[in-house]
């Protein structure tokens, strides 16, 4: 079983940058596939961006490819999401969890941390 905190939101003005961070506990970290989401006010949670257990393959939803960058530290047994040109629409709660599944909703995924907050200002 893998246990995941998240951190590293904050507030930030339109443009910036935040890096996200997910930190794992467990052996079986390194193996697994993970993931980043997010839930903005009111919506429903939905995919950000997955990553393979090796970090040599990534996908991204088409609403941040471009912008953010998801990568994996698996000796700090850390998962992170570079966020890039962050838009107002960003804001929101991110989510790290393991994909379990084989596509991209949140019911394959499990093992979710409390998330961290983002707010964009404009």
């Known amino acids: 079983q893998v246990q995941l905190v998240e951190s590293g939101g904050g507030l930030v003005q339109a443009g910036g940058s935040l890096r996200l961070s997910c930190a794992a506990s467990?052996?079986?970290?390194?193996?697994?596939?993970m993931g980043w989401f997010r839930q903005r006010s009111g919506k429903e949670r939905e995919f950000v961006a997955r990553?393979?257990?090796?970090?040599?393959?990534?996908y991204y939803a088409d609403s941040v490819k471009g912008r953010f960058i998801i990568s994996r530290d698996n000796a700090k047994n850390t998962v992170y999401l570079q966020m890039n040109s962050l838009k107002p629409e960003d804001t929101a709660v991110y989510y790290c969890?393991?994909?379990?599944?084989?596509?991209?909703?949140?019911?394959?995924?499990?093992?979710w941390g409390q998330g961290t907050q983002v707010i964009v200002s404009s």
């Open positions: 990553i393979n257990w090796s970090g040599g393959y990534t």
């Open positions: 467990g052996r079986t970290f390194s193996s697994v596939p």
């Open positions: 969890a393991v994909h379990h599944g084989s596509s991209y909703v949140a019911s394959d995924f499990g093992s």
